[in-house]
């Protein structure tokens, strides 16, 4: 029964978050618990600060756009993103292979690019989160594809719940820059039963 419990209060934690907090509609601080956490909720009053670091980065990633990059290099840089940088769990990944108006979209919603960034950033701990390709990652002038298991652990004030997911990811490219205009992942699972497989 218990199990029962947490499982409840993870969903009812876990879901909201997934769509509330790379959109930036939810905050916390410190003194308060989140009224849903994901994507878009765990940056509280440090999200000013992030905000002006990101319009920095923002700023230098538009004066170097990697344009029409060749499709085998463009493989290898988002096989790194992947594996090495973890990017599913980490939003570290080579901007200037996206536009700026890029939209990232997953089973819960659509963020823009800097709040895909920073939502995921602070959403998961690097640490204990794992990406792993389990195909090739392909490309072509028109798009990169590849397929992915993961676990992922929140970030949450108390508890930091283990949720294992797996699926595949499209990026697809402007026919002039090449540049990623649009990121989607597709779950293999119903966002419903990534909730119930979390692990404490």
């Not at 499209?170 to 990121?183: A, I, K």
Request: glycine fraction near 4%; charged fraction near 25%; aromatic fraction near 8%.
């Amino acid at each position: 029964m218990r199990a029962a419990y947490v499982v409840v209060a993870l969903a009812s934690l876990l879901a909201p978050a997934a769509h509330a907090w790379r959109s930036g509609a939810l905050k916390v601080n410190a003194r308060s618990a989140p009224r849903a956490v994901g994507r878009r909720v765990l940056g509280g009053a440090s999200l000013a600060g992030a905000a002006a670091l990101l319009r920095v980065r923002s700023a230098s990633a538009l004066e170097a756009k990697r344009r029409n990059v060749p499709p085998k290099e463009l493989a290898e840089i988002v096989t790194a993103d992947v594996v090495e940088r973890q990017f599913l769990a980490t939003a570290d990944f080579t901007r200037s292979l996206y536009d700026e108006s890029a939209t990232f979209t997953d089973e819960i919603d659509s963020y823009t690019l800097d709040k895909f960034i920073t939502g995921t950033s602070k959403l998961f701990v690097k640490d204990k989160s794992n990406v792993r390709l389990s195909s090739p990652v392909a490309a072509d002038e028109k798009r990169v594809e590849f397929s992915f298991e993961e676990t992922l652990c929140f970030n949450l004030p108390f508890i930091k719940p283990l949720v294992s997911l797996s699926g595949r990811v499209v990026l697809e490219r402007d026919p002039e820059s090449g540049l990623f205009t649009s990121y989607r992942e597709y779950w293999d699972q119903k966002p419903a039963d990534v909730i119930r497989s979390a692990t404490f």
